[in-house]
Each structure stands twice: as structure tokens, then as C-alpha cells.
T-cell receptor
Framework: DTGVSQDPRHKITKRGQNVTFRCDPISEHNRLYWYRQTLGQGPEFLTYFQNEAQLEKSRLLSDRFSAERPKGSFSTLEIQRTEQGDSAMYLC???????????FGSGTRLTVV | AQRVTQPEKLLSVFKGAPVELKCNYSYSGSPELFWYVQYSRQRLQLLLRHISRESIKGFTADLNKGETSFHLKKPFAQEEDSAMYYCALKGKGSQGNLIFGKGTKLSVKP
């Protein structure tokens, strides 16, 4: 297992387009998290899954954002009708339910032009 | 409101000097606090958590409820400690929400 994988590493898209990111967590981890990080800020929580159930969503997750984890393994984060303010690093992390520490992926850097 | 404050954006010390990275939090009740580190061109990784009371890479952090602080300390800084350090607080009533500070960039000069 090589840790948490995120794809793509970079995405440049035009304003108004839809984008989708993928996260593959550590295989035995049943919890998966999405965070967003902008320049000069710490990561901000977006949403989290336990197995396939989405248990928490931040107010940051507007209705243009949707996340899924259909079989309790990989997850996707989709942003519809992207805006320039969506430009950020999108981080995925995973953990075991009994652990407190998260294992982060390298992130997907989104640039909306 | 739950909040994490890291007052220093940048901290520069010489090799061998003591280092203290400040973290203050706002939380009612018993907080769960963490330090994460991001080395250049690497992913964010857990450094330590207060419940473990552990020392990792010579770093320690003590929870001070009276001062609502969780400062990260190391007696003798090494050049390889240069990195971005984030303090994080587990959100109240949450299983997934870690509230991060803005981070402090530590630069250890030779």
C-alpha cells in the first residue's frame, strides 16, 4: 500500500466547467475526509465518510460540490460550474475509526481560469 | 467558537537553538489537539497528538488548559526540522472535522 493517492495532481479548468477528483485511501481505512487549502491558510474541512456513508458536511460544501464513496473504498469530489474562488488545493485523508491521526494524500491543485 | 491560532507565520532559529511554535485554541470542554508537519514537497503528516504524550523527532507539546495553549517545543533545532507546522483541534461533536491553524513556517539556519 503506497498511502493515500489522489488524481489528478493538477487540474486547470475554465470557469463554469465541471471537475471531478478521485481519492484512493489506505485500503484498511474506513474513514475518508476531504479538505480544501488555499494559500496562506490551513486545511479546511469539507466532508467525511465512514465506509460509504457521508456523515458530515461543512457549510463550505455548497450545492455545487458533491462527494461520493460508492463502495466504501475510493471517493470522488465533484465541483459543478466552477468559479475562480474554487481555486485551491483539495486534500484527501483517511484513517481507521479508532485512530485519531489522519494520513493525507498529496492533494489535487485546482486552478480555475 | 472553536478556533486555532498560530500567531507566528514565520519562525527562524539557528541550528542547535531551542524552538517553540505557539498554538492557542478556543474550545469549551476537553480538547483533542494535534500537530501536523509538512516538509518541502511532501504531504501533510501527523507529528504528534496530545493524548499520546509522546515525543516525536525530539518534539514535545503539552496541553495547558489554563492558558488554552498547545505549544510545540524542541530543545535543539536541526536543519531538517525546517518545515510548515500546523496545529489542529478536533471539532466538538465531530468525528471528521479537524480545525487547523494557519500554520507556522519554521526555518532552521546552519
Amino acid at each position: 500500500d503506497t498511502g493515500v493517492s489522489q488524481d489528478p495532481r493538477h487540474k486547470i479548468t475554465k470557469r463554469g466547467q465541471n471537475v471531478t477528483f478521485r481519492c484512493d485511501p489506505i485500503s484498511e481505512h474506513n474513514r475518508l475526509y476531504w479538505y480544501r487549502q488555499t494559500l496562506g491558510q490551513g486545511p479546511e474541512f469539507l466532508t467525511y465518510f465512514q465506509n460509504e456513508a457521508q456523515l458530515e458536511k461543512s457549510r463550505l460544501l455548497s450545492d455545487r460540490f458533491s462527494a461520493e464513496r460508492p463502495k466504501g473504498s475510493f471517493s470522488t469530489l465533484e465541483i459543478q460550474r466552477t468559479e475562480q474562488g474554487d481555486s485551491a488545493m483539495y486534500l484527501c485523508a483517511s484513517s481507521l475509526a479508532t485512530q485519531d491521526g489522519y494520513t493525507f494524500g498529496s492533494g489535487t491543485r485546482l486552478t480555475v481560469v | 467558537a472553536q478556533r486555532v491560532t498560530q500567531p507566528e507565520k514565520l519562525l527562524s532559529v539557528f541550528k542547535g537553538a531551542p524552538v517553540e511554535l505557539k498554538c492557542n485554541y478556543s474550545y469549551s470542554g476537553s480538547p483533542e489537539l494535534f500537530w501536523y508537519v509538512q516538509y518541502s514537497r511532501q504531504r501533510l503528516q501527523l507529528l504528534l497528538r496530545h493524548i499520546s504524550r509522546e515525543s516525536i523527532k525530539g518534539f514535545t507539546a503539552d496541553l495547558n488548559k489554563g492558558e488554552t495553549s498547545f505549544h510545540l517545543k524542541k530543545p535543539f533545532a536541526q536543519e531538517e526540522d525546517s518545515a510548515m507546522y500546523y496545529c489542529a483541534l478536533k471539532g466538538k461533536g465531530s468525528q471528521g472535522n479537524l480545525i487547523f491553524g494557519k500554520g507556522t513556517k519554521l526555518s532552521v539556519k546552519p
